[in-house]
């Protein structure tokens, strides 16, 4: 339930204050930020509704073929980005230039119709999938990464793709708009682009959802993967094969710089989210989905602004808001947990050091440890904290009901925070004990390995320990130091 | 065809502007960051176009620093992005940069009202036209975009001689650099700095994407060569100057065979680094095939 908490409270939080804001303004109001910043006019919630509502039949096209690049582009990123080949795609859609130029001119020099969409596209995947096809052979035959390899290909891939549109220029007019590949002509897409858009987009979710196990296989465990007798190389090629389909589909709408934004931006926004990849798999496509159909509705209602460049500062967002609110990795959430982590860290050394005072205190051995006052002095000479961080654990232990009667020079522990001490002094021994016995750690070297170790001892961890060392469970309550106590050479850890 | 003094420019230009690039390149491609000038040289446009929305004018020097600024922003965004979020470095990158292209691109419409400042112009370069921009020096006229390019090599030259033995050491191991008193941290950002400012430098030149290919091809080309990091610097110097020149050469001389007048002499840089590369490459699978059967 406290998962879902973190996703209610931001969403929450936007509504509230964003319906005082809008509300009023009834189209005119908002006018004035948006003409200072990009010099444009905001339409009104009427032109507004009939886009969102997808009224137009030019919109409507626009609006869905970026909606279903976005679901699809989102939903094969996701394996990209577990599968860490997030920048393989932006390799890829540099390489299909060359293939576009090239199948301009030959289909020209052929007679025939040079701007046909289906030959450019052919060209564009036929050069893509060199392009990483060399990649792949640089990579597996020579001492280059990843990175230079990719580097490599894209830069001169497009380099000769600009060699090639250099010379479609000169072949005649009917070259312009071979450009709209590199930019991407969101706002011209039209019925025969939607409908190739929209069929490879079907056809990339299928494949992907019914390989779905086999690729989440790969993505988190490709030796394991291997030795199953999965074929791996084909699956890496399948998945490059689907990046490719959206690529391509995908240049003319938004162009072959930011595709690689649709294909990023919502698998690493979905990571903050979820641990579980079906999840993730789910929200990169709807958060995929949602930027392409906001992104597009922006730009059909205010002329002017680049479509694909909408499209991907929406996501860039989303993207910032979830980095910092993500129920699962968000840096919020972390924050909290590291902070809880070091706060009970702290306690729980400030406990175990009172115990053992109370425990070096005592007249003899045998005696039993009791609870009373220690001086705050010797605490401080215990382990190597200022003491500003003393006096803090200690005021923080008293607000948990840990400590009584402290003063600035003495501090006795309360009845459950004496247990507490005992309890966790107890685990610090027993895993001393356990590195002594069965690592052959040296005793005086123990106490530091235990001091990490102690915190996070689980109640099963502790009952196995107990049940390894066997002379524990004779001597139930706790076991003696192995190592003497307090000595000043340890920096006193 | 013949031989201008133009030519000679824009082969001059060209050679600068490779050499120039391959010197922080070799050190971006032994850090494992090759695609760190792809990231930088697009994400800089949001830099140009605020400079230009803030100053009103094309003045190179406000560009200049707006973009370098954004450049160096772009390594920090992405070092925050992949340590704090925990996401993949490439990852990382990719979204860094094209959330700024892509704001970029939105600025630059709103300035293109006023100027002829268009994405293009800053992907593409425009090298053959170099020339016709000129400048006095005591030497006599010369492009100024050779002259920018040549002080950004002496700059690159003097700080990559000077600090040497720190590059290194943050190149091969960061952790030992830090350990013997070197801020690793700072070296990085350093190196960022430095492809920033070649890439913006070399816009006007010869476009970003052939910055690219000269910040990498022609160091991974010298690496497969030798294992000595100065033999490295030295060859990818050669080989960046000798694909500006063969590039300018092969967009004169080849479109002609096909029935066309020239083609795009920066995309023919490029492609030579790339031609160059993989002879290299091919020559090794060859060489090791042979040995071992």
């Not at chain 1, 990571?271 to 993730?280: A, E, K, L, N």
Request: with cysteine.
């Amino acid at each position: 339930m406290r998962r879902w908490v973190w996703v209610a409270l931001p969403l929450l939080w936007m509504a509230a204050s964003a319906g005082p804001v809008h509300a009023p303004s009834g189209g005119e109001g908002t006018g004035v930020s948006l003409k200072e910043v990009f010099g444009v006019e905001w339409p009104g919630w009427r032109a507004f509704g009939e886009v969102v509502m997808l009224k137009k039949h030019n919109t409507r096209v626009v609006v869905l073929s970026t909606c279903w690049l976005g679901v699809s582009a989102g939903l094969v990123g996701s394996f990209l980005l577990l599968r860490k080949r997030s920048l393989m795609s932006d390799t890829l859609s540099h390489a299909c230039l060359p293939g576009i130029g090239l199948a301009f001119l030959l289909a020209t020099a052929a007679g025939m119709e040079g701007k046909s969409l289906p030959l450019l596209l052919l060209g564009a995947t036929v050069s893509g999938t060199l392009g990483v096809g060399w990649v792949m052979a640089i990579r597996n035959t020579s001492r280059i990464k990843d990175d230079a390899a990719m580097g490599i290909v894209l830069s001169v891939f497009f380099g000769l793709g600009v060699v090639m549109l250099s010379l479609a220029q000169q072949v005649g007019g009917s070259a312009a708009g071979l450009e709209s590949f590199i930019y991407g002509k969101t706002a011209s897409i039209v019925d025969q682009d939607y409908a190739i858009l929209k069929w490879v987009a079907v056809s990339v979710m299928g494949v992907a959802l019914l390989l779905q196990k086999e690729f989440t296989l790969i993505c988190f465990d490709e030796a394991f993967a291997r030795s199953q007798g999965w074929p791996v190389h084909a699956l890496d090629l399948m998945l490059l094969l689907l990046v490719t389909g959206v690529t391509v589909a995908g240049l003319q709408a938004v162009g072959l710089i930011l595709i690689i934004a649709y294909m990023i931006i919502p698998a690493a926004s979905a990571r903050f989210w979820t641990h579980r990849s079906r999840v993730m798999l789910v929200l990169a496509a709807v958060i995929g989905g949602i930027s392409g159909w906001l992104g597009a509705s922006v730009s059909a209602l205010i002329p002017g602004l680049p479509a694909g460049a909408l499209i991907v500062l929406v996501s860039g967002t989303v993207f910032l808001f979830s980095m910092v609110f993500g129920s699962a990795r968000g840096v919020l959430k972390q924050s909290l947990a590291h902070r809880r982590l070091r706060r009970k860290v702290g306690r729980q050394h400030l406990l175990r050091a009172v115990y053992e005072l109370r425990e070096e205190g005592r007249a003899s051995r045998r005696d039993p440890v009791v609870n009373g006052p220690v001086a705050v002095e010797a605490l401080l000479a215990k382990r190597s904290w200022t003491r500003t961080k003393l006096m803090r654990l200690i005021r923080r232990a008293r607000r948990e009901d840990l400590t009584e009667k402290v003063t600035p020079e003495r501090l006795q522990l309360s009845e459950s925070g004496f247990g507490e001490a005992a309890r966790h002094t107890r685990n610090h021994r027993l895993w001393e004990l356990y590195l002594i016995r069965f690592a052959d750690v040296a005793p005086r070297h123990v106490d530091r390995d235990a001091d990490r170790v102690e915190h996070v001892l689980g109640s099963d961890l502790v009952r196995k320990l107990e049940e390894e060392l066997d002379e524990v469970r004779r001597e139930r309550p706790l076991p003696e130091s192995p190592h003497a106590l307090g000595d000043p050479e340890r920096g006193g850890a | 065809m013949t031989w201008m003094p133009m030519d000679t420019w824009i082969v001059v230009t060209g050679a600068l502007c490779a050499a120039a690039c391959a010197l922080p390149g070799c050190f971006l491609v032994l850090r494992k960051m090759s695609m760190m000038g792809d990231a930088i040289s697009h994400a800089v446009l949001p830099g140009l176009a605020i400079a230009f929305l803030a100053t009103g004018s094309r003045a190179s020097a406000t560009m200049f620093i707006g973009a370098a600024v954004v450049g160096l922003l772009t390594a920090v965004f992405t070092q925050w992005v992949s340590r704090f979020g925990n996401v993949d470095r490439g990852a990382a990158m990719g979204i860094v940069f094209t959330t700024l292209f892509a704001l970029g691109l939105l600025l630059i419409v709103r300035a293109a009202d006023k100027v002829d400042l268009d994405a293009g112009c800053v992907l593409y370069g425009n090298i053959e036209w170099t020339p016709l921009d000129t400048v006095e020096t005591p030497w006599g006229m010369a492009p100024r975009a050779a002259l920018v390019l040549g002080g950004v090599l002496a700059v690159n030259t003097a700080l990559i001689l000077l600090l040497f033995k720190e590059f290194r050491i943050a190149a091969f191991d960061p952790e030992l650099a830090t350990a013997s008193g070197i801020h690793a941290g700072f070296m990085h950002y350093l190196l960022m700095m430095m492809v920033a400012v070649t890439t913006v430098a070399s816009f006007e030149a010869v476009g970003s994407i052939i910055v690219i290919a000269m910040l990498v091809v022609p160091a991974t080309t010298a690496w497969l060569l030798t294992d000595r990091l100065g033999v490295m610097l030295g060859l990818s110097v050669v080989f960046g100057t000798l694909s500006a020149f063969l590039g300018h050469v092969a967009a004169i001389l080849v479109p002609p065979w096909f029935g066309f007048t020239s083609a795009n002499t920066s995309g023919m840089m490029a492609t030579v680094a790339g031609l160059m590369f993989a002879g290299v490459w091919g020559g090794q699978l060859l060489g090791r095939g042979r040995r071992r059967s």
